[in-house]
């Protein structure tokens, strides 16, 4: 007898501090598609918890680009900013585990205690301040307000990844303990994430390839948390020429620039044939490429991104 899977629930998760560019288009597109081609539904959240950077014309803009170019979502629209309280609520049960404490270092201080133990040369903290004693971190709280962090233990957490295959880290070792609440109030990206994917229903979580290694100390949050382990799939970056991840500041590669020379179908006839969907660039729309979506024909290595 066959066994029945329950259609999944992906995620748009972007970052409104400015224009998508064709990597965000990329991940967009093959997240969409992971999740329409299975019966799946599709939500969308708005990451803007950073003050500084996220502004509230920058997620209409989202919306818009999404529609533009034929992606479409379930629901209304989550925007983090708006649920400090949920992450509030989760920061004060890993507080209850014993797992949190302050840290007063510098971002100076911080470099001088980490390694780069990892081999993408990330530093590692090397949790100094875990070890004050109450009294030191009563005199440092008179000067300095302090980020907050989770304390890891020496556990290797390990999952097979839709497109990467088995990944694993040793917590300790290889990310440390890390922040959870800024020093200036705002909840970090690992704890938000862990929280609103499982408030969302989120069943599979499609992104860069950039994030593989967020994925342990997530999976690890999860438990803690008793929260749902979502399916993982890290999809290869596209690379500028010269081999740097393609980024914001790409001028010529954001989707303001990239609409004054193509259509939609253009620019999906371009992603969809970099993720080796078709066989050459033409004009296409996303429902159109839905039954034609597998992740056995997906490329597992970082692209060079040429045709522009």
């Known amino acids: 007898m066959s066994r029945k899977t329950t259609p999944p629930t992906g995620r748009f998760a972007p970052s409104p501090s ?8 990329w991940s967009c597109l093959l997240a969409w598609l992971s999740a329409r081609s299975a019966g799946g539904r599709m939500v969308l959240r708005l990451e803007d918890l950073d003050p500084d950077r996220c502004r509230p014309e920058y997620c209409d803009q989202v919306m818009r680009d999404l529609e533009w170019l034929g992606l479409d979502w379930d629901g209304a629209p989550v925007y983090q900013s708006r649920r400090t309280g949920a992450y509030a609520a989760a920061f004060r049960a890993l507080e209850e585990q014993g797992l949190v404490y302050p840290c007063f270092c ?10 780069p133990h990892r081999s993408d040369g990330v530093a590692v903290y090397d949790g100094r301040c875990a070890r004050l004693s109450p009294a030191e971190r009563e005199a440092l709280s008179q000067t300095r307000r302090p980020a907050w962090r989770v304390r890891v233990p020496e556990r290797e957490v390990a999952f097979s990844d839709l497109l990467q295959g088995e990944y694993r880290e040793e917590l300790s070792r290889d990310c440390g303990d890390f922040i959870l609440r800024r020093s200036d109030g705002v909840y970090a990206y690992q704890l938000a994430v862990v929280v609103d994917d499982a408030m969302m229903g989120v069943t599979q979580v499609v992104r860069g390839s950039d994030l593989l290694s967020s994925t342990p100390r997530q999976l690890w949050l999860q438990e803690r948390l008793s929260l749902p382990h979502p399916e993982y799939g890290h999809l290869p970056l596209l690379l500028a ?3 740097r991840r393609l980024a914001k500041r790409d001028r ?3 989707l303001g620039q990239l609409q004054e020379c193509y259509t939609a179908p253009q620019l999906v006839g371009l992603l969809a044939h970099a993720a080796g969907l078709i066989d050459r660039p033409e004009r296409i729309t996303p429902r159109e490429l839905v039954p034609l979506f597998s992740w056995d024909r997906l490329p597992r290595e970082d692209l060079v991104w040429g045709p522009l």
């Open 252 to 254: 010529g590669l954001e």
């Open 106 to 115: 510098t971002r100076a201080e911080r470099l001088a205690a980490s390694a």
């Open 241 to 243: 020429p010269d081999g």
């Open 18 to 25: 400015g224009r998508m560019h064709m990597g965000n288009l």
